[in-house]
């Protein structure tokens, strides 16, 4: 990896966090090449990175590098990619997808045709080195290539490859989405934790560092979340009455709908995206 240099194409948070983990993991800074046209967002960079090549202009840093990070906005991601097809098509780099939405095949349409494109999901405790991203490679892609693309997402986190493109948009709502669905059970358990007489700050915390806790322990060992839920759930105990109310309303089914919802909104975006091109 350390010949190899990786444009990053949008300066956002997540390309940040990538950035500041490859460099972590001992990813020479003279590189890494980020693009961005934002001023005050490239002098931003500048002082977090001070090593790494920063531009305003895409073509520069694409024209670099031997893999690209595609790190803009779904509705941007066309325009920047036709603006770098001729780029791309002289210099054949890796390019690494993180937009939601888009699929492979438009992306490498947008391309100029014949690229290896993966799509990977990355989720926002990347920021912190603690993300989880899923990946898709399509067929152009080589297994040198994909093994890249891991080290690079594995900067900030695990990394799981699906086989089938569409699994990405079912990754989206349980991996990308999820950070949101775990805040909103702490905000539950925080305020439901006010109303029945706690202060805020101490309800807060518990509420934090019981969802750090479990998710850790579920982390670290193997056995399954029924077996995890019954070393607490004796027999008759609080928590038994807690989740058999929560079965009786239909937990499970409601968790169900929402993240079908999640994943067919993903498809629907990608829809999009591929028949505003086509018009």
Not at 34 to 56: C, G, N, T, W, Y
Request: proline share 4%; glycine share 8%; with cysteine.
């Amino acid at each position: 990896m350390k010949d190899e240099k990786t444009a990053f194409v949008g300066g956002g948070n997540m390309t940040r966090a990538i950035v500041g983990g490859l460099l972590e993991s001992g990813y020479a800074a003279t590189s890494i090449l980020i693009s961005e046209p934002a001023d005050q967002q490239r002098a931003a960079l500048k002082v977090a990175f001070p090593d790494v090549l920063l531009s305003h202009d895409n073509v520069v840093v694409v024209g670099s590098a031997d893999n690209v990070v595609l790190a803009v906005k779904p509705q941007l991601l066309p325009a920047v990619c036709r603006q770098l097809a001729n780029t791309v098509q002289n210099t054949r780099p890796l390019i690494i997808s993180i937009a939601a939405g888009p699929r492979s095949d438009d992306i490498d349409t947008w391309l100029g045709g014949g690229n290896a494109v993966i799509r990977a999901m990355p989720n926002q405790p990347a920021l912190l080195g603690l993300g989880v991203s899923g990946i898709y490679a399509n067929a152009t892609s080589s297994a040198t290539q994909v093994d890249t693309a891991h080290r690079i997402l594995s900067a900030v986190g695990t990394v799981v490859s699906v086989p089938d493109e569409r699994d990405i948009d079912t990754v989206t709502a349980i991996s990308g989405s999820g950070p949101a669905y775990f805040y909103l059970l702490i905000d539950i358990l925080a305020k439901t934790g006010i109303q029945l007489g706690l202060e805020e700050a101490p309800a807060r915390q518990l509420a934090v560092e019981t969802a750090k806790g479990a998710a850790s322990l579920a982390h670290a060992c193997g056995d399954s979340m029924d077996e995890l839920i019954a070393r607490v759930r004796s027999p008759g105990g609080t928590t038994a009455a807690a989740i058999d109310s929560l079965e009786d309303q239909g937990i499970r089914d409601i968790f169900e709908r929402a993240l079908t919802a999640a994943r067919d909104k993903a498809q629907t975006l990608a829809d999009q995206a591929h028949e505003f091109e086509q018009d």
